[in-house]
């Protein structure tokens, strides 16, 4: 069977009303995440609820994103990324409305799924939108770019939920998304490049797909159930297992498969692979950053409004270098600039793990910052090369690699760094004398963080290791074959 499609990539028109377009879009949806933590203290008190209930709000959102991925990628490579594109805003508004008006915390749940759904479709195909819109020699900056508006929204949205509740309530920092919704879906009809693409048989893996649904949300279950009652909870081994099982049951059935979700092959360009891991492995480590809130509530003693705005020098910091990074790798090549960002990613962390209670707030300033720094530096480059090793017919998919590597990095290190640091926390006092974070010792909670930040070097580390063997091996292959050609 032929699957060949024809596509053209020959950047839009209007490039920027596009990136525009899609940047609403991202910003939109990165600013709800942070919008909707904030709330969940008034979501608890307001709809008489509890907070094993209240989680589903971020739960539902999250394991919709994260099952649906992939299939969400591969629709888009298939019927025009467009259409997928605005269906998908035109469903994350209409969400956000909903949950808005919801009546009670069911209700909230299931419009959240609703605003899932939408959200995925918008995060999946957006990275390429923005390619194709963009020639090859601009498609660092432009993502660069984006990971800008990204760092802006995950920066923007605890300080702008507080106002909200504070101003009109609850329901506001849903209703907030409306109008942003039908801005960015009136700009992306206009702006937004329709792929020329023509299909000859193609037809969608649903065999697959449904086994890659299975699995992925067995994985997130199985993280969920490991952070509350640990990694030798019956349950969570289950699930765990069940995700092995059906991750080689997936690798089997695509192998079989005439048309694939997912073909394998793309697997053996090795800065599509590697980049994907890196990725991977570089949001696993960042993830453990939300320990941070106890280090300033508990240790520190700051107000909530003051620990909205010191957790805000990571994101800033990386909104502000990302386009310059992405810049960079145009002229100088993807690899180099992000192994320059994990060197400095790296330091970040050793950086942070020696804060202390007697630290200053220009002194956590100076810890942090490299982090960002180092992120911004190794994002885009990372998501270029990553972009730019695929065949044009399969930016869709790979687009939703992409996205799902993050969402699988962030899912795993909340569970993993936050076992490391109640391991330490507990482990630092007394067996029995602590129950909680809020009753630690302040030398028990600095110890936690220290080995948290410690952890997350080291997994920095593995990557850049690997990543600098690859290059070199590269570069020496082709030094060896330059000279053999002389």
């Not at 009303?17 to 008190?45: C, E, K, S």
């Not at 300080?159 to 801005?183: E, H, K, Q, S």
């Not at 630690?440 to 063997?469: D, F």
Request: aromatic letters at 8%; a positive charge; one cysteine or more.
């Amino acid at each position: 069977m032929d699957s060949r499609a024809d596509m053209s990539l020959a950047p839009a028109p209007h490039k920027w009303g596009a990136f525009g377009a899609i940047g609403l879009g991202v910003l939109m949806a990165t600013l709800d995440m942070g919008i909707v933590n904030v709330a969940l203290p008034t979501l608890i008190r307001q709809l008489h609820t509890d907070f094993a209930t209240i989680q589903w709000v971020i739960l539902s959102y999250v394991l919709v994103i994260t099952s649906l991925m992939l299939g969400v990628g591969r629709l888009g490579d298939m019927l025009g990324r467009k259409k997928i594109y605005i269906t998908g805003l035109a469903i994350f508004t209409l969400g956000s409305l909903l949950c808005g008006l919801a009546p009670g915390v069911g209700w909230l749940i299931a419009f959240r799924s609703l605003q899932g759904l939408g959200a995925v479709m918008m995060q999946s195909l957006g990275s390429a939108i923005v390619v194709e819109a963009f020639p090859s020699s601009e498609r660092g900056r432009a993502l660069g770019a984006m990971g800008g508006v990204v760092s802006v929204g995950l920066a923007l949205g605890p300080a702008l939920g507080g106002v909200l509740i504070g101003m009109a309530g609850w329901r506001a920092v849903f209703l907030v998304n409306v109008p942003i919704g039908i801005i960015a879906g009136l700009a992306a009809t206009r702006y937004v490049p329709s792929s020329k693409i023509r299909m000859i048989k193609q037809h969608f893996d649903f065999w697959g797909a449904s086994i890659m649904l299975l699995t992925l949300v067995c994985y997130a279950f199985g993280m969920t159930l490991g952070q509350r009652h640990g990694f030798d909870y019956p349950v969570t081994l289950d699930l765990l297992a069940a995700t092995l099982v059906g991750l080689a049951a997936f690798l089997v059935a695509e192998k079989r498969a005439d048309q694939p979700m997912v073909n394998l092959d793309m697997f053996r360009t090795p800065r599509f692979g590697l980049g994907l891991l890196l990725g991977f492995l570089a949001f696993l480590s960042l993830a453990g950053g939300y320990v941070l809130t106890f280090f300033l509530t508990l240790v520190k003693g700051h107000s909530v409004e003051q620990v909205g705005l010191e957790m805000m020098v990571i994101p800033l910091m990386m909104g502000l270098v990302a386009p310059w990074a992405g810049t960079l790798s145009d002229r100088f090549g993807t690899r180099p600039i992000s192994l320059t960002g994990q060197l400095i990613l790296i330091g970040g962390f050793l950086a942070a793990s020696t804060l202390d209670a007697n630290v200053n707030e220009l002194g956590y300033v100076l810890r942090l910052a490299p982090i960002g720094l180092g992120m911004g530096m190794f994002q885009s480059p990372n998501n270029s090369a990553i972009m730019g090793a695929v065949q044009p017919q399969q930016l869709g998919i790979a687009s939703g690699l992409v996205a799902l590597s993050r969402t699988l990095g962030t899912t795993s290190g909340v569970p993993l760094i936050g076992s490391v640091y109640g391991s330490v926390v507990f482990a630092s006092y007394k067996v029995g004398m602590v129950k909680h974070f809020s009753t630690a010792p302040h030398n028990a909670l600095v110890a936690g963080i220290k080995c948290a930040y410690l952890v997350s070097a080291a997994i920095t580390a593995v990557g850049t290791v690997l990543a600098l063997t690859v290059f070199l091996v590269r570069r020496q292959r082709q030094s060896a074959a330059i000279s053999g050609t002389e």
